[in-house]
């Protein structure tokens, strides 16, 4: 495993692509999508999406992320008026699971009340979930890595196809529901979700993406879009709640950008790039707690990695723990300070040093969304209320490992 920049380099360098014996499990569960596809397959489906993650598509995702942020706000009030301690890991999911539906799926799925008509998006959640942390029971155990003895002669890998056939299922629906509804049109839609954009991109020979493939796309952002941001958002608001005077510089940064603006709910893109304190403690969360903790790839050809030539067939790690735990990188590692990424020190700093979206040609294409929903969330939370930890002398609980 690798965990310093100059290491890292040689690896991101070389473009291998990802082990197929590690990743083949994560696509049994999401298909063929940008995380686990490779070589001319990845890099022409990574080019027709990234007109769903331009400038001009995330200004207007914003309005999204205020109005799902907005709904769980006034679940909060309502129940602190109850009790002064709350829950949120449920509520963020939920809010994270709002946000990908309305965009990947341009569905309004009302999940985050949890009524009846959001069931079977709630059912789509349990069923994801499940999923996703069977790869934790399956990858060691060795007789799970047959696929046809794990689907035909497990307990376990029965129960898995079903659920995954019954996802598959509620994604076909979706798709298809909006491909009618845009046909329906009398004019031509510009994209406004990035199910929309999936449906109508081309590439330069006018070949569209198969309903397969926007299958796979689909599920992989559902998937990997809200589990992530939700989990990032739960250690964002335990690291406000554990540094009183950091959430305070925070709230005085926010503050003076939503007066500016009239309200939270007035906030757009242009707003959120004020908040520069924001974003630095955003990114020293994500340094203290990357979801994304390994990066694996197999070299193609013998590679000189610091003092070692490692021979092709080699599997390498990237280890974001280590990295981003590195003393010779980040002096006093455990200490939670973001003015390490104040612009000056990140100047002066490798930019291979910080990866929680990854690197190179597979970082992750939905980052600078991801940033911007975090940041309405951290605007809209902090204008409302004091973040306190029920207990204040709880210690950082243990690291959420997923491989990507």
Not at 186 to 205: F, N
Not at 239 to 252: P, S, T
């Given at each position: 495993?690798?965990?310093?920049?100059?290491t890292?380099?040689?690896?991101?360098?070389?473009?291998?692509?990802?082990?197929?014996?590690?990743?083949?499990?994560?696509?049994?569960?999401?298909?063929?999508?940008?995380?686990?596809?490779?070589?001319?397959?990845?890099?022409?489906?990574?080019?027709l999406?990234?007109k769903?993650?331009?400038?001009?598509?995330?200004?207007?995702?914003?309005?999204?992320?205020?109005?799902?942020?907005?709904?769980?706000?006034?679940?909060w009030?309502?129940?602190?008026?109850?009790?002064?301690?709350?829950?949120?890991?449920?509520?963020?999911?939920?809010?994270?699971?709002?946000?990908?539906?309305?965009?990947?799926?341009?569905?309004?799925?009302?999940?985050?009340?949890?009524?009846?008509?959001?069931?079977?998006?709630?059912?789509?959640?349990?069923?994801?979930?499940?999923?996703?942390?069977?790869?934790?029971?399956?990858?060691?155990?060795?007789?799970?890595h047959?696929?046809?003895?794990?689907?035909?002669?497990?307990?376990?890998?029965r129960?898995?196809?079903?659920?995954?056939?019954?996802?598959?299922?509620?994604?076909?629906?979706?798709?298809?529901?909006?491909?009618?509804?845009?046909?329906?049109?009398?004019?031509?839609?510009?994209?406004?979700?990035?199910?929309?954009?999936?449906?109508?991109?081309?590439?330069?020979?006018?070949?569209?993406?198969?309903?397969?493939?926007?299958?796979?796309?689909?599920?992989?952002?559902?998937?990997?879009?809200?589990?992530?941001?939700?989990?990032?958002?739960?250690?964002?608001?335990?690291?406000?709640?554990?540094?009183?005077?950091?959430?305070?510089?925070?709230?005085?940064?926010?503050?003076?950008?939503?007066?500016?603006?009239?309200?939270?709910?007035?906030?757009?893109?242009?707003?959120?790039?004020?908040?520069?304190?924001?974003?630095?403690?955003?990114?020293?969360?994500?340094?203290?707690?990357?979801?994304?903790?390994?990066?694996?790839?197999?070299?193609?050809e013998?590679?000189?990695?610091?003092?070692?030539?490692?021979?092709?067939?080699?599997?390498?790690?990237?280890?974001?723990?280590?990295?981003?735990?590195?003393?010779?990188?980040?002096?006093?590692?455990?200490?939670?300070?973001?003015?390490?990424?104040?612009?000056?020190?990140?100047?002066?700093?490798?930019?291979?040093?910080?990866?929680?979206?990854?690197?190179?040609?597979?970082?992750?294409?939905?980052?600078?969304?991801?940033?911007?929903?975090?940041?309405?969330?951290?605007?809209?939370?902090?204008?409302?209320?004091?973040?306190?930890?029920?207990?204040?002398?709880?210690?950082?609980?243990?690291?959420v490992?997923?491989v990507?």
């Amino acid at each position: 495993s690798v965990q310093h920049p100059d290491t890292i380099e040689a690896v991101v360098r070389a473009a291998a692509p990802k082990p197929s014996y590690l990743y083949g499990f994560l696509k049994d569960f999401v298909g063929n999508g940008l995380v686990t596809s490779g070589g001319k397959r990845h890099e022409r489906d990574r080019r027709l999406l990234t007109k769903a993650f331009s400038k001009e598509m995330l200004r207007g995702y914003v309005d999204v992320y205020k109005s799902a942020a907005a709904v769980m706000i006034d679940k909060w009030v309502k129940a602190a008026s109850e009790d002064s301690v709350l829950e949120v890991e449920q509520d963020l999911l939920l809010f994270s699971c709002d946000v990908i539906m309305q965009l990947g799926m341009g569905l309004e799925s009302d999940c985050q009340l949890e009524s009846g008509e959001s069931e079977p998006t709630i059912r789509y959640l349990e069923n994801a979930r499940w999923l996703s942390a069977s790869l934790a029971k399956r990858i060691p155990n060795l007789l799970y890595h047959n696929n046809f003895i794990f689907f035909n002669f497990t307990s376990f890998g029965r129960e898995y196809a079903r659920r995954h056939a019954e996802i598959i299922a509620y994604c076909k629906g979706v798709i298809e529901a909006k491909r009618q509804d845009m046909e329906g049109d009398l004019q031509p839609r510009s994209a406004k979700t990035i199910l929309e954009s999936m449906l109508t991109v081309q590439d330069e020979d006018g070949r569209g993406l198969s309903d397969e493939e926007i299958v796979d796309h689909v599920n992989t952002f559902l998937d990997v879009g809200h589990d992530t941001t939700s989990i990032t958002l739960e250690w964002l608001l335990w690291f406000l709640g554990k540094h009183q005077n950091i959430q305070e510089k925070c709230r005085d940064e926010i503050m003076s950008v939503v007066d500016e603006v009239g309200g939270a709910a007035n906030l757009q893109q242009k707003d959120l790039a004020k908040l520069q304190y924001v974003t630095q403690v955003i990114r020293e969360t994500m340094r203290l707690s990357c979801v994304v903790s390994v990066i694996a790839r197999k070299l193609t050809e013998s590679t000189r990695i610091g003092e070692a030539v490692l021979p092709a067939d080699t599997i390498v790690q990237i280890t974001m723990l280590g990295l981003h735990d590195n003393a010779e990188v980040w002096p006093e590692p455990e200490k939670f300070d973001p003015d390490r990424f104040s612009p000056e020190t990140s100047a002066a700093r490798s930019p291979l040093a910080f990866l929680p979206f990854g690197a190179g040609a597979r970082s992750c294409i939905a980052r600078y969304m991801v940033m911007d929903e975090m940041k309405v969330i951290a605007a809209t939370v902090l204008s409302t209320f004091n973040v306190r930890l029920a207990n204040p002398d709880e210690e950082m609980p243990g690291y959420v490992v997923e491989v990507v």
